[in-house]
C-alpha cells in the first residue's frame, strides 16, 4: 500500500507536472491574450494623454502669445470712455505750454517752444504770444544803411554800405543801435517801417566802450519799444529777436530762449558781459532788439559765434540805459575817461611775421582827442603804460578804466625803430 502510495505518487506528479506544463501552455497562451490587450490600452492611453497634453500646450502657446504680443499693444492706447452711444478718447497729459491740437493730427498734441519759454503774467504786465510781440515791437524796429570810409587809394576816398539794424525809444524819433554798425561812418539813414525811403539820420552820439550809438531822424509820432529789466532774466526764458538779416530782410522775426546771462566774450580787443540766446541772430541783426515775453526790450543783439548755430549774444539793457540817456542828453557819456584812439593787438605771430614788438597797434586817432594832443600816431605800437607791459588790447583798456578824467598817464610806444615816452592827459568822453 505504502510502496503503491509511493509508487503512485511519482506518477501523480508526473502528471502534475504534465498538467502544471499544460496548464502552464494555456496559462501563458492566456496571459498573451490580455497583455495584447493591455499593450493596446496603455498605447491608447498614451495617445490620448498626448492629445490633451498637446491641446493643453497648444492653448497655453496661444495664450501666451495673445497676452505677450497682442494685449500689450492694446493696453498702451488711450483709455477710451463711453458716453451716450459713442466713445470719446480720454484727453492725454499735455507738456506744459503745449496747446491741444485740433487739426486732427495723429498725436493730439503740439508743443510749442515760445509757449513753453513764455513767462506768465505778472502783475500788470499780460505776457503776450509771439505774434503780439512782433505787433507790439516791429512798428519800432528800423533798418540802418551807414556809409563807411575805410581809406583811399590813389588820392580816392573808399566808402562801403553797412547795414544793421536799431529800435527806436522815443516818438521824436531817437533811435539805438550799435556802435560798431555806424562807426567810421560819414553818413547814415533810416528805414522805417511801411515806408521803402531812407530818411536821413544824424548820429547824436556813440560809445565803443559798450558798443551802443544813438541816432535821430526828424520825425514825430514814431511807434517806440517799452525798456524792460535784464536783471530779472532767467535762463530758459522767451527770447524773440527783430531785425534787418543780411540787410535785406527788414523786420525778421526770430524766436528762442536766453541760453545764459553774464557771459563774459572779447570781441575786436573789447570785452563785453552779454546775453546769450539761440534766437537765430546774424549779419545785419546787430542793433536790433532783444525782447522778453512781455514786448519789453531787454538787450540790444551785437554778435553771434560764426562756427556754430544758436549762439547770439545780446547786450544787457540795464547795463546801458544810462549810457542811453548820456547820449540823448549830452551826446556821450559823461564820467568816462578816453584815449580816442582806435587799437589792435600785436600778437607774437603778428610780432614776428613783421619784425614788431608785442603790443596794440594804433589805427586810428581822433587829432581832438587826449592822445592825439600828447602826438599819438597811426601806425605806433603801444607796448607799456606806466611802466606795465602791454599785451593785449583788452589789457589797454583795463588800465584805461581804472583812471579818471584828468589822470596823466605814460605811454611807451614803438615808432619806426625808435622808442618814446609819451605822457597824455585823459579827457573825458565827448561828442567831438
Partial sequence: MDTLT?????????????????????????????GAWKTSSIVLTIIGATLVAALVIGSASLMFVFFRFVRPSSQTAIPTQTVGTTQKETAAPTL???????????SGKHFSVSDAATLPDAGSKKALSTTEIASKV???????????????????????????????????????????????????KVIVPGETDPIDAVIIGTDATTDIAVLKIARTNLTFVTLGDSDSLQVGELA???????????????VGVISALDREISINGSSYNLLQTDASINAGNSGGPLVNSYGE???????????GEGI??????????????????????????????????????????????????????????????????????????DGTDITTTEQLVEI??????????TMTVERNGATLEITIVLQEASAT
Fill in 240 to 254: 524773440v529777436a527783430i531785425g534787418n538779416p543780411f540787410g535785406e530782410l527788414a523786420g525778421s522775426v526770430t
Fill in 312 to 385: 547770439g549774444f545780446a547786450i544787457p539793457i540795464n547795463d546801458v540805459k544810462t549810457v542811453i540817456e548820456d547820449l540823448v542828453n549830452n551826446g556821450f557819456v559823461s564820467g568816462r575817461p578816453t584815449l580816442g584812439i582806435g587799437v589792435v593787438t600785436v600778437d607774437q605771430t603778428t610780432a614776428d611775421q613783421y619784425g614788431w614788438p608785442i603790443g596794440a597797434y594804433v589805427r586810428q586817432v581822433d587829432p581832438n582827442s587826449a592822445a592825439g594832443k600828447a602826438g599819438i600816431q597811426v601806425g605806433d605800437i603801444i607796448t607799456k603804460i
Fill in 138 to 188: 516791429g512798428p519800432a524796429t528800423v533798418s540802418i544803411l551807414a556809409e563807411v570810409s575805410y581809406g583811399s587809394v590813389n588820392g580816392s576816398q573808399q566808402v562801403a554800405e553797412a547795414s544793421g539794424s536799431g529800435f527806436i525809444v522815443s516818438a521824436d524819433g531817437y533811435i539805438v543801435t550799435n556802435n560798431h554798425v555806424i562807426e567810421g561812418a560819414t553818413s547814415a
Fill in 400 to 409: 584805461k578804466n581804472s583812471h579818471k578824467v584828468g589822470d596823466s598817464i
Fill in 297 to 307: 526790450v531787454v538787450g540790444v543783439t551785437n554778435a553771434k559765434v560764426s562756427e
Fill in 96 to 106: 506744459a505750454g503745449s496747446t491741444e491740437d485740433t487739426s486732427g493730427t495723429s
Fill in 6 to 34: 509511493h509508487g503512485n505518487q511519482p506518477s501523480a506528479q508526473k502528471t502534475k507536472k504534465v498538467n502544471v506544463k499544460a496548464l502552464g501552455g494555456l496559462w501563458g497562451r492566456s496571459n498573451n491574450k490580455r
